[in-house]
T-cell receptor, first 111, second 114 residues
Framework: DAKTTQPTSMDCAEGRAANLPCNHSTISGNEYVYWYRQIHSQGPQYIIHGLKNNETNEMASLIITEDRKSSTLILPHATLRDTAVYYCIVRGGGSNYKLTFGKGTLLTVNP | KAGVTQTPRYLIKTRGQQVTLSCSPISGHRSVSWYQQTPGQGLQFLFEYFSETQRNKGNFPGRFSGRQFSNSRSEMNVSTLELGDSALYLC?????????????FGSGTQLSVL
């Protein structure tokens, strides 16, 4: 799986949009970009995933650059409950059965 | 639809003992995978089961094993426990384990080895 690079931590004001970047410059054409988040001592929660096109669901939006080497997760109106570690994961190819987690970004939403 | 259920939620064992953890996937999901999470190593893949067969395995010693039953429920076993096995063990399920499928995680079993 391609390696991902994320900032270690970010802050966001409550009610504002949170934009979490991720670099995946070695991504292959058939690999998906996934985002999960984890609140302390709970299981990771699926947020969104995409291949080439931008995606939006009830939780977030995923913007993937045209060359697919980076992406941004957008939480449109962050709340205190969005404080968590966010993982950007590239999945597919020969190891499609697993997720390879990096260290993620600790997003802290401040009141 | 019920989510992924893991039991027990907490477990305390001593070195040398063995432990069995249980995971019930979402109904209809046939792929079950297991992960270990520690503060030092983060989340690491243990193995994945599909249709009662171990399909893939991570880099863990043979003390870590698992199985899957015909109803897709899975168990994970760790024998001869070591202090370093203290971790949060997470189970995840998906329909068939394909790369475009979401994985749904349970709340995990927190294992403490004393």
């Amino acid at each position: 799986d391609a390696k991902t690079t994320q900032p270690t931590s970010m802050d966001c004001a409550e009610g504002r949009a949170a934009n979490l970047p991720c670099n995946h410059s070695t991504i292959s054409g058939n690999e998906y970009v996934y985002w999960y988040r984890q609140i302390h001592s709970q299981g990771p929660q699926y947020i969104i995933h995409g291949l080439k096109n931008n995606e939006t669901n009830e939780m977030a939006s995923l913007i993937i650059t045209e060359d697919r080497k980076s992406s941004t997760l957008i939480l449109p109106h962050a709340t205190l409950r969005d404080t968590a570690v966010y993982y950007c994961i590239v999945r597919g190819g020969g190891s499609n059965y697993k997720l390879t987690f990096g260290k993620g970004t600790l997003l802290t939403v401040n009141p | 639809k019920a989510g992924v259920t893991q039991t027990p939620r907490y477990l305390i064992k001593t070195r040398g003992q063995q432990v069995t953890l249980s995971c019930s996937p979402i109904s209809g999901h046939r792929s079950v995978s297991w992960y270990q999470q520690t503060p030092g190593q983060g989340l690491q893949f243990l193995f994945e089961y599909f249709s009662e067969t171990q399909r893939n395995k991570g880099n863990f010693p043979g003390r870590f094993s698992g199985r899957q039953f015909s109803n897709s429920r899975s168990e994970m076993n760790v024998s001869t426990l070591e202090l370093g096995d203290s971790a949060l063990y997470l189970c995840a399920s998906s329909l068939d384990g394909k790369p475009n499928e979401k994985l749904f995680f349970g709340s995990g079993t927190q294992l403490s080895v004393l």
